[in-house]
């Protein structure tokens, strides 16, 4: 399987079927999954095998899951969170996306969460993402030496990055060999374009994080003005990836 997957970021108005059907007609052969939110969203506490049966007849997968986030609710929201973490790996998906609504909430829940899903077989992560608590470099650092725990890895999420003014080198500089997962966008200022016409030096990232090792999931976002043509420029992507960036496995 290869390492390139998208989001339904993309299509939130679509439903999982639609989703699958139209990804996997574009070459994407893995799906990152919401559990709430966009229309695709999975039920956490439906059958796992119903989600596993109807991406296998489009021939794809479940990469990662976003989890339900950690609120005020603590008790309530870290049991939830931990049952999707259970759910995820009941559909195969190797990384759960670990969020809260504050940074006191990412820091208090983050240890009985780890404990919770230890032995597991997926990756906790946290996600940077311009607008949420954890939106620049410092608020990253922040939250992570609140948790102190090697068990949780990171998401480089290189397009929330940029709208903040952060570039996708001084990210790895900060989460080095803890990524675990990669988000991937175009921009032009906080704008989402079509790949390999925006301000993102997407050659220099796939380039630099081969030499570094990196062996995880590179997640395609599009969120153009036009979105009548997102799975266009969604297929375009995938095109643009192989042609230009080294170590791409579609």
Known sequence: MGNIAVSPCSNPEMTLEEALAAYSGLGYAKLEAFTSWAKSSLDIAGDPAFYLDRARQRGMTFCSVH???????????????VQAARFAEAIGAKVVLFKADSRDGYVKAAG???DAIQGLRVVPVLQNHAGTPISTLADYRCVLDGIADGRMKCLLEVGHFHSVGVSWRQGCELLGERIALV????????????????EIDLPGLFRHMHSAGYAGDYVVEMEVQDKANTLEY??????????NCEGVDP
Do not use: W
């Open 183 to 198: 988000h991937v966008k175009d921009q032009i200022g906080r704008q989402s374009v079509a790949f390999g016409s925006g």
């Open 112 to 114: 009985p969460f780890l």
């Open 234 to 243: 969604l297929g375009a992507a995938l095109k643009y990836l192989g042609d």
């Open 67 to 81: 989890l339900p986030p950690i609120t005020d609710d603590l008790e309530s929201s870290l049991r939830r969170a």
